[in-house]
């Protein structure tokens, strides 16, 4: 989310500007609309995020409640598709019973969460980080552009300005690959 925030900060606020650039604006109408753009548009950011991670947060808490009511419908039920999971993993049919025994006696939604459904606390979906990484990235993204057109000539403000998008853009998409390994 973040570097889609700030990839969508430099795009869209140096699209705008460069139609304003484009329709000979001075320079304090043009600073005008890109600041409209970055609140605009980091406010749709994060809004759009929060919704998008409140409905996820909405999944996962459904699978929550439908495994609670397996658990209490089915203990042994729920016990055999444990245990089948840790074969699958590879255990031995002893073992895997005996590893299920365990978790469910310690923490039987826990273990189902985490080991049938992938869901643990450090995954959980998280609607009001998601939505201030997005707005704050967006904003960090969408200053880049607004900069280069603050502090270029009027003359050169359509070539700094597609030269310091494009250089954020590559900069951020290298980035991008090297967090992601």
Request: hydrophobic share 50%; charged share 20%; glycine share 12%.
């Amino acid at each position: 989310a973040t570097v889609m925030g700030a990839n969508d900060g430099i795009l869209s606020t140096g699209a705008l500007l460069l139609g304003v650039v484009g329709a000979g604006e001075a320079r304090a109408m043009v600073l005008t609309a890109g600041l409209a753009g970055l609140v605009a548009g980091a406010g749709s950011m994060g809004i759009g995020e929060y919704v998008s991670v409140s409905s996820q947060r909405d999944a996962e808490e459904a699978d929550r409640a439908i495994e609670e009511r397996e658990l209490r419908a089915d203990p042994r039920g729920e016990h055999a598709e444990l245990q089948g999971i840790y074969e699958r993993r590879g255990l031995g049919p002893d073992l895997a019973a005996q590893v299920a025994e365990e978790l469910m006696r310690r923490d039987a939604l826990g273990a189902h969460l985490r080991d049938e459904l992938g869901l643990t606390d450090e995954l959980r979906a998280r609607p009001l980080q998601a939505a201030w990484s997005s707005f704050l990235s967006f904003t960090v993204g969408a200053l880049l552009p607004i900069a280069a057109v603050a502090v270029s000539a009027d003359s050169a403000r359509a070539i700094v300005l597609v030269v310091t998008t494009l250089v954020a853009l590559i900069a951020l998409g290298a980035l991008g690959a090297w967090m992601g390994g």
